[in-house]
């Protein structure tokens, strides 16, 4: 299994920015589909958008199409979570997993259980 670290989340006002980063610190995270998930209080866990990183294919839930943007750099090293014109229902633990590249040709991305690899989480808090 891959140990993930998500970063970047912190307290945003409404309409505001963040970029979330998913990153392992030893290998890269090539040929794998790359999920954001997140989760509020009392709530279950959402998809919010996926990557495949060998592709650049990406999905976004209904939700979150048009103000976020999923994409991974270079190196294969990194993914990102652009969140743009932020609302307080945005407001949750943000969590990024990897799975292998089937799981986005196979249209499994709101699946948390085919990911096998999981961060720790950061806390996304939209608020005035």
């Known amino acids: 299994q891959l140990r993930l670290v998500e970063s970047g989340g912190g307290l945003v006002q409404p309409g505001g920015s963040l970029r979330l980063s998913c990153a392992h610190s030893?290998?890269?995270?090539?040929?794998?589909?790359v999920g954001w998930f997140r989760q509020a209080p009392g709530k279950e866990r959402e998809g919010v958008s996926c990557i495949s990183t060998k592709s650049g294919s990406t999905i976004y839930a209904d939700h979150v199409k048009g103000r976020f943007t999923i994409s991974r750099d270079n190196g294969g090293n990194t993914v990102y979570l652009q969140m743009n014109s932020l609302k307080p229902e945005d407001t949750a633990v943000y969590f990024c997993a990897a799975g292998s590249d089937y799981v986005i040709r196979a249209g499994l991305c709101n699946s948390g259980a085919v990911f096998g690899s999981w961060g720790q989480g950061t806390q996304v808090t939209v608020s005035s």
């Open positions: 030893e290998f890269s995270l090539n040929y794998y589909t």
